[in-house]
Nanobody, 124 residues
Framework: QVHLVESGGGLVQAGGSLRLSCAASGRTFSSVTMGWFRQVPGKERDFVAVDIGWSRTVYYADSVKGRFTISRDNAKNTVYLEMNSLEPEDTAVYYC?????????????????WGQGTQVTVST
């Protein structure tokens, strides 16, 4: 069982930055794949970034590549999403997710555990 708690969302102007944190419980955190997704009302949950635990490989959605950075601190059982050059289109509820998802890391249905979500709002 993995319990996830996100924090760090808020309101920021376009061009600004935020860092989201996701604190995880569980003793096998370092080997678990951790992903970030986002969702706006009426739309599906979209992949943002992933840190694949067993390979320490990261991937990003094209829309955030070069602006967002995912990282993890295994000593703190925490994964981060550093978001820079934020745009109004980045406004969404951001969720972290955990699971042993294999190659389907961009598919939200592959993850076993989810946080409660944190709202990010980017104003013009």
């Amino acid at each position: 069982q993995v319990h996830l708690v996100e924090s760090g969302g808020g309101l920021v102007q376009a061009g600004g930055s935020l860092r989201l944190s996701c604190a995880a419980s569980g003793r096998t955190f370092s080997s678990v794949t951790m992903g970030w997704f986002r969702q706006v009302p009426g739309k599906e949950r979209d992949f943002v970034a992933v840190d694949i635990g067993w390979s320490r490989t990261v991937y990003y959605a094209d829309s955030v590549k070069g602006r967002f950075t995912i990282s993890r601190d295994n000593a703190k059982n925490t994964v981060y999403l550093e978001m820079n050059s934020l745009e109004p289109e980045d406004t969404a509820v951001y969720y972290c997710a955990a699971g042993r998802v294999g190659s389907r890391w961009s598919n939200y249905g592959s993850y076993d555990y989810w946080g409660q979500g944190t709202q990010v709002t980017v104003s013009t």
